[in-house]
């Protein structure tokens, strides 16, 4: 907060003094050594495009990184709670039938199923590498593969030779210059891409602990299935004594979660690609976002240059543009 508006104000009110005084009364140029307001012009340069551009790109970067984080969290990959594994892959019958109506204590049918003798035992136990932890850590670490990735090509920019030769127009040496900073881009998020698979495939893929949990990698877990039909809601009776579960078997299956609103998790093993294709998706939206700006903010391009060419015609012809 200091960086972006403490800071900015008054290093901005010296760099703008420096400004008028400089080239407007004395009629020198821009940090002229005879200026001696061109130390406090540098300072209020550096606070506004560097702190407060700086503040700005870091609170989003770490908004970002934080709410996939709790979005992370919420998922229904429970650190050592097998219990809680069976109910959210038994709460599509609620959605179904509703509620017992009847007793013991009126809770919910994939309450009463998991809380049935030893059923819910059979579900696995994960680990800190098998739950939702490793989904809260996934876009911390894959920030520091961005941040690896950009000290890597921030070493390497590549710019031709060419581009500094005496003589050449002004506009034709920023074109060079921004097509190898695009170049570097497209390399960085090339790196990005190698490093988001690797996460996504090496914590949550074939051979991982997340695919290794009993139900996730194979149909091995103890799933009460409801039978077809119109009357599959209604209790049955087992053994001459009355049942409040709906009609159904217990069959082997995975695990594939339904929350209280209905929406169903992908099968595990679903799981890598889908972080994938998100990561992916993110990448080049934010590549399109920069191309775009690009485009209507450099010099060299002609949403840019039309605005200069009416700045000759005087201000309001700027403000209509």
């Known amino acids: 907060l200091f960086a972006r508006v403490g800071g900015g104000i008054y290093t901005k009110a010296a760099d703008v003094g420096a400004d008028l005084v400089g080239k407007v009364e004395a009629d020198i140029p821009e940090d002229d050594p005879r200026n001696p307001a061109t130390i406090a012009d540098n300072v209020g340069d550096n606070v506004g495009d560097v702190a407060g551009m700086g503040a700005d790109l870091f609170e989003s970067f770490v908004g970002s990184i934080v709410s996939t984080g709790l979005l992370g969290a919420n998922l229904p990959y429970f650190y050592a709670n097998p219990y809680a594994l069976c109910v959210y892959n038994h709460l599509y019958i609620d959605l179904l039938c509703g509620s017992p109506t009847t007793p013991p204590d009126r809770i919910s049918y994939a309450n009463l199923i998991c809380s049935t003798g030893d059923f819910y035992i059979r579900y696995p136990s994960l680990s800190v590498w098998a739950s939702n932890t490793m989904f809260i850590a996934v876009p911390y670490m894959l920030a520091v593969v961005g941040i690896l990735v950009g000290i890597v090509c921030t070493a390497y920019v590549y710019v031709p030779d060419h581009a500094t030769e ?3 127009d002004k506009a034709e040496v920023m074109e060079i210059l921004l097509t190898s900073l695009r170049i570097n881009i497209f390399i960085a998020s090339i790196l990005i891409i190698g490093g988001a698979a690797g996460i996504c495939w090496g914590f949550f893929g074939g051979n991982s602990s997340f695919q290794a949990s009993r139900g996730f990698g194979s149909s091995d877990l103890p799933v009460y299935q409801l039978a077809e039909g119109a009357n599959t809601c209604i209790p049955f009776e087992l053994v001459g004594r009355p049942s409040i579960l709906p009609v159904g078997a217990v069959v082997d299956g995975t695990y594939r979660p339904t929350d209280s609103l209905g929406f169903e998790y992908p099968k595990p093993e679903e799981v890598p690609w889908r972080l994938f294709i998100s990561i992916i998706i993110g990448l080049y939206l934010g590549i399109i976002i920069g191309l775009l700006t690009e485009y209507f903010t450099a010099g060299t391009y002609g949403p840019t240059q039309g605005i200069g060419a009416s700045g000759e015609y005087g201000a309001g012809a700027v403000v209509i543009q």
């Open 166 to 168: 005496k003589g050449r």
